[in-house]
């Protein structure tokens, strides 16, 4: 394979860390004009995170299934830190998503 396609070998290596190892699924939930939800998407952005996939929407949004039943917190834009779609209580503040994803 890598000598077919030596340029792939790179994303064959990714693939197979993801099929190993723990992946976690961030959804983020609140209002697109509230800078709360931007603020929480760049803490996720921030970071490498190979092995995190993560879904933004509006509450009540079930267009996705990451973001089915997930709600703001208070009016304020909430991030679900999950894994296997089981999900931690969720947090408003970006510097408390950062804990989440650090764990």
Excluded: K, N
């Amino acid at each position: 394979m890598v000598l077919q396609a030596p340029s792939g070998f790179g994303h064959a290596l990714s693939a197979l860390d993801l099929y190993l190892g723990p992946s976690r699924e961030v959804a983020l939930v609140g209002e697109p004009s509230d800078g709360g939800l931007l603020a929480l998407a760049r803490e996720v952005w921030s970071r490498y995170l190979p092995r995190v996939v993560m879904a933004a929407g509006q509450p009540g949004d079930e267009s996705v299934p990451l973001l089915v039943g997930r709600q703001s917190v208070h009016g304020r834009a909430a991030a679900y830190v999950c894994e296997r779609f089981a999900c931690r209580r969720p947090v408003t503040e970006p510097a408390d998503l950062a804990a989440e994803l650090a764990s």
